[in-house]
């Protein structure tokens, strides 16, 4: 159902562009989230390139929905670039950029990735979530970096983040295969 519908939403925007109907960004993001859904994350990021030819600027929505769908794919150098983009733009960094980020970093155990995300969340003043921390335990524990891992997890209490099961799982499972 799910793939279904990110095909009928590019569908219609497909349609309205050769009908040479006016677009506008929240056309775009629109379908871009709906390809998030359904793993369409080529079309997603396909669809910032054709914003970007059709001269509507990309906002902080366009590209959370690009990265977000590309979050379980393996572009992740791509989303990367992406999210550099967005920091160079000068746009907005919410949390859905940040989960979508540490999404990519868990999928590829890059806890280096997931430690300088941190960083740059705090710099950005985003306030920590427990996906986030849970995401970035989880790319440490894959890449059986205990140490970080420890840290993470400690670094939690001082952000009031509050661990659930998963975490504790991760932090442990980094533990024991590390140490």
Known sequence: EKSRKWKTAFQLLSATLQDMLEL???SFNATSSACHMGGGWVRSLLLLRVMSRSKLEANSISFNAAISASETSEAWKRVVLLY?????SNL?????????MFGICDHGSRWRRASQLLGAMAWREVE???ITSGAAISACEKASNWTSCVCLFNTMAHRKVEPNRIIFSAASGACQNGG
């Open 84 to 88: 550099g983009r967005m920091a160079q």
């Open 92 to 100: 907005e960094m919410d949390n859905v950029t940040f989960n979508a």
């Open 24 to 26: 506008d960004a929240v």
């Open 128 to 130: 920590s979530t427990t």
